[in-house]
């Protein structure tokens, strides 16, 4: 069974801080996807990943990197939280789509909810 | 990019059918239209995917029109267990290697009666 494992379901944290949330999958897919869910604006992308260590960035990047040192594993870093960026992060993966943009499916994970005080 | 527009939200009763509608009237000749849907406290899950064609799974049909500027998702018999928030998205391609980003509306959430 396919499975997009992330890291941590709940966490608290002080502005300020620095936030990892790791998310790992087991499928062996190129795409990996760090999406932000809020009341009433949907899922919003930050980055993706189509290879190790290549990245792009979505349509909300600002406040946040990411790391991909390993195919499994895309880490999304708050290098310094602040209290907007309160909300819940979903982690992805699907495979590489070829130039024909083929149909593919994404695969997420549970979601990470992050309140930052 | 190529973007889809739903309804906020739609209400059906247990047992019927449920037609949920979406527009993307910018959809370029080779974007495949995907539905996902997301549960309460879980992440999406797909549903269903189609080009040109009409296209049937276990979980629902999907109607794509002529002109392919629309689609409708199709639950033959609502279930109380269907009550969830329904994307419409296209598979917008292409970086260099091979990549795409994949753009995610508000979508329809669905209340289920019973």
């Known amino acids: 069974d396919v499975k997009v494992t992330q890291s941590s379901r709940y966490l608290v944290k002080r502005t300020g801080e620095k936030v990892f949330l790791e998310c790992v999958q087991d499928?062996?897919?190129?795409?990996m996807f760090w999406y932000r869910q809020d009341p009433g604006l949907g899922l919003r992308l930050i980055y993706f990943s189509y290879d190790v260590k290549m990245k792009e960035k979505g349509d909300i990047p600002e406040g946040y990197s990411v790391s991909r040192e390993k195919k499994e594993r895309f880490s999304l870093i708050l290098e310094s939280a602040s209290t907007n960026q309160t909300s819940m992060y979903l982690c992805?993966?699907?495979?590489?789509?070829?130039?024909?943009?083929?149909?593919?499916?994404?695969?997420f994970g549970e979601g990470s909810w992050l309140t930052v005080v | 990019d190529a973007k889809t527009t739903q309804p906020n939200s739609m209400e059906s009763n247990e047992e019927e059918p449920v037609h949920l509608p979406c527009n993307h009237s910018t959809i370029s000749g080779t974007d495949y239209i995907h539905w996902y849907r997301q549960l309460p406290s879980q992440g999406p899950e797909y549903v269903i995917h189609?080009?040109?064609s009409n296209v049937n799974n276990r979980m629902a049909s999907l109607a794509i029109a002529e002109d392919r500027k629309s689609s409708t998702l199709i639950l033959h018999r609502a279930t109380l267990r269907d009550a969830a928030v329904y994307y419409c998205?296209?598979?917008?391609?292409?970086?260099?290697?091979?990549?795409?980003?994949?753009?995610f509306g508000a979508g329809t959430r669905l209340f289920v009666k019973a």
């Open positions: 189609g080009l040109t």
């Open positions: 992805a993966s699907s495979l590489l789509a070829d130039p024909a943009r083929i149909g593919n499916t994404i695969y």
């Open positions: 998205i296209l598979r917008d391609g292409g970086s260099v290697g091979g990549g795409f980003k994949t753009i």
């Open positions: 499928m062996d897919h190129e795409n």
